[in-house]
């Protein structure tokens, strides 16, 4: 279902496995998590995308701007994706 949750993470340093934690608890399961870094692109740790694709969870991350767009085209899909958005 259509949902908006708080996430609390302040910058793209915040992401972690911890902090993923609640995507990977969506029911029904995501498939796709899209993420926005903010003014620009950001590297996240791998090891942190890898335990997220282990769980059957791809990660996209890309800027703000552009992860808007990317996740309104995927849910015109009808797919099951979920964003995690950090404000430019």
């Not at 996240?44 to 996740?71: S, W, Y």
Request: net charge negative; proline share 6%.
């Amino acid at each position: 279902p259509r949902s908006i949750l708080q996430w609390n993470v302040g910058s793209y340093r915040d992401i972690s496995h911890e902090s993923l934690s609640l995507f990977r608890l969506l029911e029904p399961q995501i498939e796709i998590l899209v993420l926005g870094t903010g003014d620009r692109v950001e590297r996240l740790h791998p090891a942190t995308l890898k335990q997220m694709r282990e769980c059957g969870i791809a990660v996209e991350v890309q800027d703000t701007a552009n992860a808007c767009a990317t996740f309104n085209f995927l849910v015109s899909e009808r797919r099951m994706v979920a964003a995690g958005l950090i404000p430019p």
